[in-house]
Structure formats: structure tokens, C-alpha cells
């Protein structure tokens, strides 16, 4: 897909086939869960001496991590390791949360966007971020054993729409809705204050943050909607265009793609704003009118979403409590018209590659529509 979960897709390159492909290109999965826990690495990249194959671990972890999780494990009672199947899934859920928190990732750069991660008592591990409902910024990849909150179809819609913003309202609402109880709640700081889940909080360390935030698993599509994913990855590349609904009529290839909405701001401008605001320095109005308005283009096929991206961050800079159906219905907004810039692209895409990308993309963007236009609809 695209280069930030709004941009749409980008070519991949390389050379049509007829064979079926894996949506989004995914890395290789591991055998089952229990792989999750075999890497300790705490590199990018391992190197086995015997064959000198490059394996790159599941979750990344920093060095200074990796060294206090060997130093608490060889504390640890054998029995204690065979309970809880050879790893603390807590010890797997810090490193989720702090390669979700690592430099670069995808959505890092966005208004008031952060992580947090939760385990239960019973060894789930389930994450939730601040934005929308199942979103997922393009890019990220959740390992197997990793649930997300706002994208659970067991649990209503509008259910999942009153957690909008609020992330560890979001796990406290998905342990409750499982009769689960949470044993600990992961972010930083900054990211707990002013919140309490009624588990413990476990605070990130900045050199708990690994260098790359890279993890293998599930694309974002495979989280939201596995059956359509596994409906694009069985579909050959001749056949693609049968996903789609008939092209546009305006439908041609854009030579000057927008800018990516999370490329608008930098993540330290965007975390200098939000703090100064949380301060009381800067007033709402002030802090608008630093961030970047991105370029209009009034053309009647114009990709207008930069600026509807622009809109849906505003409620985040706001603790009123409309915020959250203010957030929602701009991020309904957004998404009704990426599914329809996306399935353009999808039509014009140069290659196949680049069209799988495409209905990936549009695909995501299509089942976010409808989940949010069914949680406003039961709100309202």
C-alpha cells in the first residue's frame, strides 16, 4: 500500500504473474503462536553461522531490553516458565508496545496518535491507538497472538465507537466485553497520565524503544476483514479487476500523487504542539494555525484527502467531549472518499503489483466506511 495508511497505494514494481499473492506482500508467518516467544535477538536481524540465513525476529527489541528481560527470565522458577508456555507474555507485550513507540513509525507524525497495549491476567495481549475504529496506519503489521480493540467484530460497533480516542478505555472495554481482567496497561508516560484501567502501569523506558519498530504478521486488512484478505490473496493477478466494482468514468492514472497526510507534519513538531497545548502555553486556535494546511485542488476527481486527514486531527487537540463523535465523523468522512480515490488507482494501476497494493488499500478503506457509518448510526 501506500506510503501512510491515507495515501493510497504505491507500485511495488517487479514483474506480473498469474500466481496468487499474499495482499500487501507480508513477510513469511512464523509456524504458530509459540513462535512469537522463540527470538530474544535484540538486533534487527539475526545470523546463523551455519548457513549464514538472515532471520529477522517477529518483534524487534532494543539491547537494553533484551538484556534485563535475559537477567529477570534466568530469575524466573522453571515452573513459573512451564505455566506460562516458556515466555511472560507481559515480556512479549512491552516489546509490542515499545516497537509500536519506535522512531519512523507509521503515524508517529499525526496529531495526537499513540499506542497502548494491554495483557490479561489469562496471557492475551491486545492493543488499541487514540484514531478512529480499526484504524491501522499502513505499514504496521501485528503478530498473530496480538488482538486489536477497536477491530473485535464480536463487540458492537457502537461499542467500539465510545473508546474512540481514549486507548485504555479501549482495552479495559475489550477485557470487560471478554470476562477478561487486566494485569497491566504499557505506554509511556505521557501517554498514561491522566488514566487508570485499574490494572498496573508499566512505563516505557526510552532505550526500551527499539531503532526500528519493524514487526511480521498480520497486514492491517488482514486484521480488520481476514476474509478479505484471503479472498485477494487466492485471486490470480489476470483476475484482480473482478474484486472491483466497475471504474469510475472519470477514472485516468495521477502522475502527482498528494502528499502522504502523516508527511503534513513532522513527529517532533506534532509532539511539541501537543505538549505546549497540554500545558496551557498555546490555545487550541494557536496551535491550528502552526500546522501545515495542505495544497487544494478544486478539480471535480480532486484527492482531497490531505485535507479531510487535516480535519479529522483537529478533535484531538481537544479534550471537550464532543471531541470523540467529532473525531468520528470526520474519520468517516476520510474514509468514504479513500475508498473512492483507491479504487481509482486501483483501475489506472501501471502494473500488478501496484493494483493488488491498490485493492488492498481499498478494500481496508471500504470495510472502515461501513464500520463507522454503522457505529454513528447506533450512536445516533
Known sequence: AGSSASAGAKSAGGTA????????NRAARPAGPGALAADPAPSAERIDSADSVVVTPIIPVSK???ERDAIAEAAT??????????TDPLRLARRVAAALNAPGSPGAGDLGFFWVTAVTTDGAIVVANSYGLAYIPDGIQLPEQVQMAS?????????RAGWATYPVMAVQGWADHHDKKLRAVIATEEQLANSDSGAAKIVLKPDDIPDSGDMIGRSRLEVVDPEAADRLAATT?????????????????????QRAPDELMDPETAARL???LAEGKISLQEMLAEMPVPPQDDSPSADERPMLWFELMKP???RAPGRRVAHLRAFHRYAEH????ILNQAHTAVDAAAQRAAIADWLYWKHLAGLLAAALSDAS
Not at 18 to 24: D, E
Open 17 to 24: 504473474t498469474t500466481r496468487p499473492a499474499a495482499a500487501g
Open 338 to 341: 479513500a475508498q473512492e480515490v
Open 274 to 276: 501537543a505538549a505546549l
Open 77 to 86: 522458577a522453571d515452573a513459573a516458565r512451564r505455566q506460562s508456555g516458556g
Open 64 to 66: 537494553a531490553r533484551a
Open 316 to 318: 484531538l487537540a481537544s
Open 237 to 257: 493477478d489476470v483476475r484482480l479487476v473482478s474484486i472491483l466494482p466497475p471504474a469510475p468514468a472519470d477514472a485516468k492514472p495521477s502522475a502527482d500523487q
Open 151 to 159: 477491530a473485535d467484530e464480536s463487540i458492537a460497533a457502537a461499542e
